[in-house]
Protein backbone atom coordinates (compact mmCIF):
# COMPACT_ATOMS: atom_id res chain seq x y z
CA UNK A 1 0.00 0.00 0.00
CA UNK A 2 1.52 3.67 -1.28
CA UNK A 3 0.11 6.87 0.02
CA UNK A 4 2.00 9.73 -0.65
CA UNK A 5 4.23 11.13 2.31
CA UNK A 6 3.13 8.47 4.77
CA UNK A 7 5.19 5.82 6.42
CA UNK A 8 3.32 2.32 5.88
CA UNK A 9 4.60 -0.51 6.58
CA UNK A 10 3.70 -4.57 6.74
CA UNK A 11 1.83 -5.17 9.77
CA UNK A 12 3.01 -8.06 11.86
CA UNK A 13 1.89 -10.08 15.31
CA UNK A 14 1.94 -7.14 17.49
CA UNK A 15 -0.01 -4.96 15.59
CA UNK A 16 -3.28 -7.92 16.02
CA UNK A 17 -6.30 -6.03 16.52
CA UNK A 18 -8.38 -7.89 19.30
CA UNK A 19 -6.44 -11.05 17.43
CA UNK A 20 -7.54 -9.96 14.15
CA UNK A 21 -4.05 -9.24 12.10
CA UNK A 22 -3.92 -6.10 9.46
CA UNK A 23 -2.16 -6.17 6.66
CA UNK A 24 -0.42 -2.60 6.79
CA UNK A 25 0.21 -0.28 9.60
CA UNK A 26 -0.25 3.68 8.57
CA UNK A 27 2.05 6.13 10.24
CA UNK A 28 0.59 9.89 9.79
CA UNK A 29 2.12 12.51 11.19
CA UNK A 30 -0.92 15.53 10.95
CA UNK A 31 -4.21 15.57 10.11
CA UNK A 32 -4.18 16.25 6.44
CA UNK A 33 -1.63 12.68 5.83
CA UNK A 34 -4.20 10.75 8.11
CA UNK A 35 -7.00 11.70 5.35
CA UNK A 36 -4.77 10.99 2.61
CA UNK A 37 -4.91 7.51 4.07
CA UNK A 38 -8.37 7.34 4.65
CA UNK A 39 -8.80 8.19 1.09
CA UNK A 40 -6.79 5.75 -0.38
CA UNK A 41 -8.31 3.18 1.83
CA UNK A 42 -11.58 3.99 0.40
CA UNK A 43 -10.45 3.94 -3.06
CA UNK A 44 -9.58 0.07 -2.12
CA UNK A 45 -12.31 -0.75 0.13
CA UNK A 46 -10.02 -1.49 3.25
CA UNK A 47 -11.19 -1.95 6.41
CA UNK A 48 -9.41 0.56 8.82
CA UNK A 49 -8.85 0.65 12.96
CA UNK A 50 -7.88 3.84 14.50
CA UNK A 51 -4.52 2.73 17.10
CA UNK A 52 -3.16 4.95 20.04
CA UNK A 53 -1.05 3.36 22.47
CA UNK A 54 -2.42 0.30 21.91
CA UNK A 55 -3.65 0.25 25.96
CA UNK A 56 -7.20 -0.44 24.98
CA UNK A 57 -6.60 -2.06 21.42
CA UNK A 58 -7.71 -5.53 22.69
CA UNK A 59 -11.10 -4.34 23.97
CA UNK A 60 -14.64 -4.39 22.46
CA UNK A 61 -14.94 -8.04 20.38
CA UNK A 62 -12.85 -8.52 17.49
CA UNK A 63 -13.35 -6.45 14.34
CA UNK A 64 -15.35 -8.19 11.08
CA UNK A 65 -12.51 -7.43 9.14
CA UNK A 66 -8.89 -5.07 9.24
CA UNK A 67 -6.43 -4.28 6.37
CA UNK A 68 -4.96 -0.96 7.72
CA UNK A 69 -4.14 -0.05 11.24
CA UNK A 70 -3.93 3.65 11.97
CA UNK A 71 -0.88 4.19 14.11
CA UNK A 72 -1.11 7.54 15.86
CA UNK A 73 2.02 7.47 17.59
CA UNK A 74 3.59 10.29 15.48
CA UNK A 75 0.80 12.77 16.05
CA UNK A 76 2.31 13.69 19.55
CA UNK A 77 2.42 16.98 19.57
CA UNK A 78 0.94 19.84 21.78
CA UNK A 79 0.00 22.19 19.55
CA UNK A 80 -1.43 25.36 21.71
CA UNK A 81 -1.62 25.75 25.01
CA UNK A 82 -3.38 29.00 26.30
CA UNK A 83 -2.38 28.93 30.19
CA UNK A 84 -4.26 32.00 30.77
CA UNK A 85 -7.54 30.59 28.93
CA UNK A 86 -7.18 27.27 31.01
CA UNK A 87 -7.28 25.38 27.17
CA UNK A 88 -4.96 23.37 26.05
CA UNK A 89 -5.34 21.81 22.78
CA UNK A 90 -3.29 18.36 21.04
CA UNK A 91 -2.82 15.80 18.49
CA UNK A 92 -4.52 12.81 19.46
CA UNK A 93 -1.33 10.94 19.87
CA UNK A 94 -0.04 12.80 22.59
CA UNK A 95 0.00 10.18 25.93
CA UNK A 96 -2.00 12.03 29.39
CA UNK A 97 1.66 11.15 30.75
CA UNK A 98 3.60 13.46 28.36
CA UNK A 99 0.66 16.00 28.37
CA UNK A 100 0.75 16.13 32.00
CA UNK A 101 4.04 16.88 32.38
CA UNK A 102 3.89 19.79 30.02
CA UNK A 103 0.92 21.26 31.99
CA UNK A 104 2.32 21.06 35.39
CA UNK A 105 5.07 23.34 33.90
CA UNK A 106 2.51 25.81 34.06
CA UNK A 107 0.63 24.61 37.11
CA UNK A 108 -2.72 22.95 35.06
CA UNK A 109 -3.62 19.60 34.54
CA UNK A 110 -6.32 17.73 32.40
CA UNK A 111 -8.36 16.21 35.06
CA UNK A 112 -8.36 12.94 32.91
CA UNK A 113 -7.03 10.37 34.67
CA UNK A 114 -6.82 6.90 32.64
CA UNK A 115 -6.23 3.63 34.23
CA UNK A 116 -3.89 2.16 31.44
CA UNK A 117 -0.24 3.72 31.41
CA UNK A 118 1.08 4.72 28.08
CA UNK A 119 -2.76 5.81 26.65
CA UNK A 120 -3.45 8.21 24.37
CA UNK A 121 -5.63 11.62 23.91
CA UNK A 122 -6.76 9.41 21.36
CA UNK A 123 -7.44 6.31 22.77
CA UNK A 124 -9.05 7.71 25.81
CA UNK A 125 -11.51 9.44 24.05
CA UNK A 126 -12.45 6.56 21.55
CA UNK A 127 -13.45 4.07 24.78
CA UNK A 128 -14.14 7.06 26.89
CA UNK A 129 -12.59 5.39 29.70
CA UNK A 130 -12.13 7.35 33.32
CA UNK A 131 -10.36 7.70 36.20
CA UNK A 132 -11.01 8.55 40.04
CA UNK A 133 -11.63 12.38 38.82
CA UNK A 134 -14.64 11.66 37.37
CA UNK A 135 -16.39 11.65 40.07
CA UNK A 136 -15.89 15.74 40.67
CA UNK A 137 -14.32 17.14 37.00
CA UNK A 138 -16.45 14.48 34.96
CA UNK A 139 -15.49 12.17 31.92
CA UNK A 140 -13.98 13.07 28.54
CA UNK A 141 -17.03 14.37 27.05
CA UNK A 142 -17.21 17.15 29.82
CA UNK A 143 -13.52 18.33 29.68
CA UNK A 144 -13.64 17.67 25.66
CA UNK A 145 -14.29 21.59 23.84
CA UNK A 146 -13.00 20.98 20.68
CA UNK A 147 -12.32 18.05 18.15
CA UNK A 148 -10.84 17.53 14.99
CA UNK A 149 -11.68 13.83 12.98
CA UNK A 150 -11.40 12.38 9.90
CA UNK A 151 -14.46 10.48 8.79
CA UNK A 152 -14.02 6.89 6.16
CA UNK A 153 -13.91 8.93 2.68
CA UNK A 154 -11.04 11.13 4.24
CA UNK A 155 -13.07 14.34 5.23
CA UNK A 156 -12.16 16.07 7.62
CA UNK A 157 -14.54 18.00 10.03
CA UNK A 158 -14.23 19.96 12.89
CA UNK A 159 -16.09 20.84 15.74
CA UNK A 160 -16.43 22.96 19.04
CA UNK A 161 -13.25 25.56 19.94
CA UNK A 162 -11.86 27.17 17.12
CA UNK A 163 -14.27 26.01 14.33
CA UNK A 164 -13.33 25.44 10.75
CA UNK A 165 -16.23 23.14 9.49
CA UNK A 166 -18.62 21.00 11.32
CA UNK A 167 -20.98 18.16 9.99
CA UNK A 168 -24.26 20.34 10.87
CA UNK A 169 -26.73 19.07 12.91
CA UNK A 170 -23.69 16.45 14.88
CA UNK A 171 -21.96 16.94 18.48
CA UNK A 172 -19.04 15.50 17.09
CA UNK A 173 -17.47 15.48 20.57
CA UNK A 174 -20.11 13.28 21.77
CA UNK A 175 -20.35 11.34 19.44
CA UNK A 176 -16.79 10.35 19.13
CA UNK A 177 -16.22 9.79 22.40
CA UNK A 178 -16.66 6.35 23.22
CA UNK A 179 -17.17 5.24 19.66
CA UNK A 180 -14.38 2.49 19.63
CA UNK A 181 -12.93 4.04 15.93
CA UNK A 182 -16.49 2.98 14.66
CA UNK A 183 -16.94 6.31 13.01
CA UNK A 184 -13.62 8.01 12.05
CA UNK A 185 -9.97 8.90 12.95
CA UNK A 186 -9.88 11.37 15.99
CA UNK A 187 -6.93 13.55 15.17
CA UNK A 188 -7.29 16.47 17.58
CA UNK A 189 -8.62 17.54 20.83
CA UNK A 190 -9.24 20.28 22.50
CA UNK A 191 -9.87 20.57 26.56
CA UNK A 192 -10.18 23.22 28.92
CA UNK A 193 -8.00 22.44 31.85
CA UNK A 194 -7.59 23.43 36.04
CA UNK A 195 -5.11 24.62 37.98
CA UNK A 196 -3.47 21.49 39.85
CA UNK A 197 -4.14 21.51 43.49
CA UNK A 198 -1.82 22.73 46.07
CA UNK A 199 -2.63 19.74 48.56
CA UNK A 200 -3.54 16.15 48.63
CA UNK A 201 -4.54 13.69 50.95
CA UNK A 202 -6.38 10.15 50.73
CA UNK A 203 -8.32 8.85 53.88
CA UNK A 204 -8.06 4.84 53.46
CA UNK A 205 -10.53 2.23 55.64
CA UNK A 206 -10.80 -1.28 55.25
CA UNK A 207 -14.23 -1.60 56.91
CA UNK A 208 -16.44 0.58 54.91
CA UNK A 209 -19.99 1.03 55.37
CA UNK A 210 -21.39 1.86 51.99
CA UNK A 211 -23.78 3.72 53.29
CA UNK A 212 -21.48 6.66 54.11
CA UNK A 213 -20.52 6.83 50.07
CA UNK A 214 -23.99 9.66 49.80
CA UNK A 215 -23.08 11.36 52.74
CA UNK A 216 -19.15 11.99 51.59
CA UNK A 217 -20.40 12.82 47.65
CA UNK A 218 -22.61 15.54 49.49
CA UNK A 219 -20.78 16.45 52.17
CA UNK A 220 -19.07 20.27 51.89
CA UNK A 221 -15.89 18.62 52.52
CA UNK A 222 -15.95 18.86 48.53
CA UNK A 223 -13.78 15.09 47.76
CA UNK A 224 -12.40 15.05 44.31
CA UNK A 225 -12.93 11.04 44.01
CA UNK A 226 -14.44 8.34 46.28
CA UNK A 227 -12.87 4.85 44.91
CA UNK A 228 -13.54 1.24 46.06
CA UNK A 229 -11.67 -2.12 46.10
CA UNK A 230 -13.03 -5.88 46.70
CA UNK A 231 -10.48 -7.84 45.70
CA UNK A 232 -13.12 -10.71 47.78
CA UNK A 233 -16.52 -10.50 46.90
CA UNK A 234 -17.33 -11.88 50.48
CA UNK A 235 -14.77 -9.88 51.94
CA UNK A 236 -15.06 -5.99 53.60
CA UNK A 237 -15.14 -3.05 50.83
CA UNK A 238 -11.59 -1.01 50.76
CA UNK A 239 -12.89 2.52 50.51
CA UNK A 240 -10.56 5.69 49.91
CA UNK A 241 -11.54 9.27 49.36
CA UNK A 242 -9.52 11.87 47.71
CA UNK A 243 -9.33 15.40 48.98
CA UNK A 244 -7.46 18.22 47.28
CA UNK A 245 -6.62 21.72 47.20
CA UNK A 246 -7.31 24.38 49.54
CA UNK A 247 -6.68 23.18 53.52
CA UNK A 248 -6.75 19.39 52.18
CA UNK A 249 -4.95 18.28 55.47
CA UNK A 250 -7.73 19.88 57.43
CA UNK A 251 -10.47 18.70 55.81
CA UNK A 252 -9.02 14.74 55.33
CA UNK A 253 -9.14 15.07 58.76
CA UNK A 254 -12.49 15.93 58.80
CA UNK A 255 -13.41 12.95 56.33
CA UNK A 256 -11.52 10.69 58.42
CA UNK A 257 -13.68 11.44 61.56
CA UNK A 258 -16.65 11.49 59.23
CA UNK A 259 -15.78 7.90 57.84
CA UNK A 260 -13.96 6.43 61.33
CA UNK A 261 -13.39 3.26 62.26
CA UNK A 262 -9.81 2.30 60.77
CA UNK A 263 -9.67 5.28 58.51
CA UNK A 264 -6.30 6.75 57.82
CA UNK A 265 -4.88 9.61 55.89
CA UNK A 266 -2.39 9.52 53.82
CA UNK A 267 -0.02 11.59 51.28
CA UNK A 268 0.02 9.16 48.65
CA UNK A 269 -2.91 7.14 47.31
CA UNK A 270 -3.01 3.56 47.83
CA UNK A 271 -1.12 1.15 45.63
CA UNK A 272 -4.89 -0.12 43.69
CA UNK A 273 -5.95 3.82 43.14
CA UNK A 274 -6.97 4.25 39.44
CA UNK A 275 -5.81 1.22 38.18
CA UNK A 276 -7.78 -1.76 36.97
CA UNK A 277 -8.47 -5.10 38.76
CA UNK A 278 -7.50 -7.19 35.93
CA UNK A 279 -7.42 -7.31 32.35
CA UNK A 280 -8.00 -10.82 30.68
CA UNK A 281 -11.69 -10.70 31.70
CA UNK A 282 -12.62 -7.61 32.29
CA UNK A 283 -16.22 -6.06 32.29
CA UNK A 284 -17.42 -2.62 32.88
CA UNK A 285 -20.42 -2.05 35.40
CA UNK A 286 -22.06 1.14 35.87
CA UNK A 287 -25.34 1.72 38.04
CA UNK A 288 -27.34 4.54 39.72
CA UNK A 289 -25.31 5.50 43.15
CA UNK A 290 -28.07 4.25 45.19
CA UNK A 291 -28.00 0.83 43.89
CA UNK A 292 -24.18 0.80 44.50
CA UNK A 293 -24.35 -1.66 47.88
CA UNK A 294 -27.48 -3.44 46.00
CA UNK A 295 -25.57 -4.28 43.18
CA UNK A 296 -22.36 -5.45 45.06
CA UNK A 297 -24.59 -7.97 46.50
CA UNK A 298 -25.93 -8.87 43.17
CA UNK A 299 -22.58 -9.42 41.56
CA UNK A 300 -21.16 -11.38 44.90
CA UNK A 301 -24.37 -13.56 45.07
CA UNK A 302 -24.38 -14.66 41.19
CA UNK A 303 -20.76 -15.08 41.40
CA UNK A 304 -20.99 -17.37 44.25
CA UNK A 305 -23.86 -19.93 42.18
CA UNK A 306 -21.28 -20.14 39.81
CA UNK A 307 -18.17 -20.70 41.40
CA UNK A 308 -16.52 -17.73 40.28
CA UNK A 309 -14.61 -14.76 42.06
CA UNK A 310 -15.09 -11.32 40.96
CA UNK A 311 -12.48 -8.88 42.13
CA UNK A 312 -14.48 -4.91 41.83
CA UNK A 313 -12.80 -1.79 41.77
CA UNK A 314 -13.99 2.15 41.21
CA UNK A 315 -15.84 4.71 41.69
CA UNK A 316 -18.09 4.44 44.41
CA UNK A 317 -18.91 8.09 44.18
CA UNK A 318 -20.59 7.47 40.32
CA UNK A 319 -21.12 3.80 40.82
CA UNK A 320 -18.86 3.36 37.49
CA UNK A 321 -17.07 0.11 38.25
CA UNK A 322 -14.63 -2.60 36.61
CA UNK A 323 -14.86 -5.87 37.31
CA UNK A 324 -12.38 -8.53 36.80
CA UNK A 325 -12.97 -12.37 36.51
CA UNK A 326 -10.01 -15.23 36.81
CA UNK A 327 -8.50 -15.78 33.38
CA UNK A 328 -9.30 -19.46 33.58
CA UNK A 329 -13.10 -19.09 34.29
CA UNK A 330 -15.25 -21.31 32.38
CA UNK A 331 -16.61 -18.97 29.27
CA UNK A 332 -19.53 -20.97 29.42
CA UNK A 333 -20.11 -19.56 33.36
CA UNK A 334 -18.81 -16.23 32.94
CA UNK A 335 -21.52 -16.09 30.00
CA UNK A 336 -24.02 -16.83 32.85
CA UNK A 337 -23.15 -14.53 35.16
CA UNK A 338 -23.21 -11.62 32.76
CA UNK A 339 -26.76 -12.15 31.63
CA UNK A 340 -27.76 -12.67 35.39
CA UNK A 341 -26.16 -9.56 36.48
CA UNK A 342 -27.43 -7.43 33.24
CA UNK A 343 -30.63 -9.15 33.99
CA UNK A 344 -30.62 -7.89 37.71
CA UNK A 345 -29.86 -4.30 36.90
CA UNK A 346 -31.28 -3.75 33.53
CA UNK A 347 -34.66 -2.27 35.40
CA UNK A 348 -33.14 -0.11 37.49
CA UNK A 349 -30.77 1.50 34.55
CA UNK A 350 -27.60 -0.37 35.29
CA UNK A 351 -25.24 -1.95 32.39
CA UNK A 352 -22.90 -4.39 32.48
CA UNK A 353 -20.60 -4.41 29.74
CA UNK A 354 -18.01 -7.28 28.60
CA UNK A 355 -14.44 -5.17 27.78
CA UNK A 356 -12.38 -8.35 27.40
CA UNK A 357 -13.55 -11.65 27.40
CA UNK A 358 -14.04 -14.77 24.64
CA UNK A 359 -14.77 -13.54 21.27
CA UNK A 360 -17.90 -15.48 21.02
CA UNK A 361 -19.43 -13.63 24.15
CA UNK A 362 -22.32 -10.76 23.59
CA UNK A 363 -20.20 -7.99 24.68
CA UNK A 364 -22.58 -5.23 24.81
CA UNK A 365 -25.79 -6.48 25.54
CA UNK A 366 -29.24 -4.65 24.34
CA UNK A 367 -29.55 -1.00 23.91
CA UNK A 368 -32.60 0.82 23.41
CA UNK A 369 -30.79 3.63 21.15
CA UNK A 370 -29.50 0.89 18.61
CA UNK A 371 -31.61 2.21 15.52
CA UNK A 372 -30.53 5.91 16.41
CA UNK A 373 -26.79 4.52 16.15
CA UNK A 374 -26.96 2.44 13.58
CA UNK A 375 -28.43 5.69 11.76
CA UNK A 376 -25.29 7.63 13.03
CA UNK A 377 -23.20 5.02 11.78
CA UNK A 378 -24.42 5.13 8.47
CA UNK A 379 -24.18 8.95 8.31
CA UNK A 380 -20.59 8.78 8.53
CA UNK A 381 -19.37 5.33 7.77
CA UNK A 382 -22.16 4.21 4.97
CA UNK A 383 -19.46 1.64 3.71
CA UNK A 384 -18.87 0.05 6.69
CA UNK A 385 -15.33 0.54 6.41
CA UNK A 386 -14.29 1.93 10.35
CA UNK A 387 -13.87 -0.52 13.00
CA UNK A 388 -16.53 -2.91 11.53
CA UNK A 389 -18.43 -4.86 14.03
CA UNK A 390 -16.62 -3.48 17.05
CA UNK A 391 -19.47 -1.84 18.49
CA UNK A 392 -22.86 -2.66 19.61
CA UNK A 393 -25.40 -4.43 17.60
CA UNK A 394 -21.97 -5.46 15.51
CA UNK A 395 -21.56 -1.61 14.49
Partial sequence: MIVSGVT????????????????WVALPETTEEIAAV????????????????????????????????????????????????????VQAGVTLDALAGTLAAAGQRLALDS?????????????????PLRFRYGTARDLLIGITVVLADGTIAKAGGKVVKNVAGYDLGKLFTGSYGTLGVIAEATFRLHPLPADS???????????????????PLEPAAIELDRPDPHGPVVLSTLVEGVAAAERAKAVQDLMGGDAHIGEEPPAWWGRLPGDDLLLALRVLPAALAGTL???????????????????????????????ESDPGKV???????RDEIRPDG???????????????GGTGALGLMRSVKARFDPHRRMSPGRFVGGI
Fill in 8 to 23: VRAADEGDAVAGVRPR
Fill in 115 to 131: PGEGATVGGTLATGVAG
Fill in 297 to 327: HTVAAHAACLNLTPHVRGSAGTADLHVTLPP
Fill in 38 to 89: LRVAAENDLAVVPAGGGTTLHWGPPPERCDLLIDTCCLNEVLEHAAGDLVVK
Fill in 350 to 364: GRLVVLTGPSEMDFW
Fill in 201 to 219: RWVTTSSADLGLVGTLAAS
Fill in 335 to 341: ASFVSAV
